[in-house]
């Protein structure tokens, strides 16, 4: 059988001591039916904002699980606030980046139609089912926001002034990623991956015109849209990120 203790669930609701917690029929399948637990066994349950919490499970029938909320495992940190925009790709492709950037700290996911983006629609709740499944699996406190999907113009006119946008560029234009990091003087920020083919030069053009951009480069080799993506990630989170160690600030 699960150890209790490696089942995680992201919940919306408050996190209290001795609050009740209902859950719905789908995560009340996963508990009877694919984990096999059992009324008296206990959960972690945390929502981005309370912190980690253990819970007891006190009733389990076909439809509903009834939680009573116990003690707080781990309070709520500072995490990392890196935003991914990317162009949208192939399905079990975007479910890949959206389980990776989670796991790896990304804060937001937010798809952008490009000039050059092959893929007609973006299905944004399997997009943020694969984010928390992810988030509960790897131990993180939160979800990352999934942004609506949107075109490039708006998202130029929606970027805010005070984040550094790094667009991933392929056309060799680009500083090299790591000496364009270790510039920075703000950890708001966030990466703009192009499709398959890269972005046009009216949308780098564009982009260009916002005042706290910087094009970089990911080397000598055309990455997949997806590796882009993740080797991003990778990057900052290496250079200004959470894998640089050091006390976590308590929110």
Avoid at 106 to 114: D, G, I, K, N, Q
Avoid at 154 to 160: C, M
Wanted: aromatic content about 6%; glycine content about 8%.
């Amino acid at each position: 059988m699960t150890n209790a203790f490696e089942t995680r669930l992201y919940v919306e609701t408050g996190l209290t001591e001795a609050a009740e917690i209902f859950l719905d029929a789908d995560r009340t399948h996963y508990l009877r039916n694919v984990l096999r637990l059992r009324p008296g066994l206990r959960v972690q349950l945390f929502n981005g904002r309370d912190g980690e919490w253990v819970a007891e499970i006190h009733s389990l029938d076909k439809h509903t699980a009834g939680l009573t909320v116990a003690t707080r495992a781990r309070m709520q940190t500072r995490e990392p606030d890196l935003w991914l925009a990317f162009a949208p790709i192939k399905r079990a492709r975007i479910d890949f980046v959206a389980q990776k950037a989670t796991e790896m700290g990304a804060s937001r996911l937010w798809p952008v139609f490009t000039r050059f983006t092959q893929m007609g629609r973006v299905n944004l709740a399997r997009m943020r089912a694969n984010a928390i499944e992810a988030a509960e699996q790897c131990g993180r406190l939160s979800v990352p926001d999934v942004r609506d999907s949107t075109d490039l113009d708006s998202f130029v006119t929606d970027w805010p002034n005070d984040r550094v946008l790094l667009v991933c560029d392929e056309t060799g234009c680009g500083t090299p990623i790591l000496r364009a990091l270790s510039g920075l003087d703000s950890r708001r920020a966030g990466f703009l991956i192009g499709p398959e083919g890269g972005l046009a030069k009216a949308e780098l053009d564009r982009l260009g015109k916002l005042p706290n951009v910087c094009r970089v480069s990911l080397g000598p080799r055309v990455l997949r849209a997806d590796t882009a993506a993740l080797a991003a990630v990778a990057c900052w989170q290496a250079a200004v990120g959470d894998w640089k160690g050091g006390p976590k600030d308590e929110m």
